[in-house]
Nanobody, 116 residues
């Protein structure tokens, strides 16, 4: 069992920055990959970025490459998403995800709204 708690969302103007955090607890030693996904109203949940726990291989959605950076602190069981140059189309609920060998877990989400 893994419990995920996101934080750091909020309202930001276009061009601004936010840093999301995800704290993992429970069977964290079994996590093989963590990531961020987002879901805008009326749309499907989509991948934003993922990072492999062992080795740190990273994957980004094309829409966020060059603007977002995912990072991890394995000692603290934390994953971060630094979001720069935010656009209105980045507005969504952002969810933290942890993948283990037999299942994955989701956090409750944190809302990011980009608006002037």
């Amino acid at each position: 069992q893994v419990h995920l708690v996101e934080s750091g969302g909020g309202l930001v103007q276009p061009g601004g920055s936010l840093r999301l955090s995800c704290a993992a607890s429970g069977s964290t030693s079994n996590i093989v990959r963590m990531g961020w996904y987002r879901q805008a109203p009326g749309k499907q949940r989509e991948l934003v970025a993922t990072i492999i726990t062992d080795g740190g291989s990273i994957n980004y959605a094309d829409s966020v490459k060059g603007r977002f950076t995912i990072s991890r602190d394995n000692a603290k069981n934390m994953v971060y998403l630094q979001m720069n140059s935010l656009k209105s189309e980045d507005t969504a609920a952002y969810f933290c995800n942890a993948v283990l060998s037999i299942r994955s877990y989701w956090g409750q989400g944190t809302q990011v709204t980009v608006s002037s």
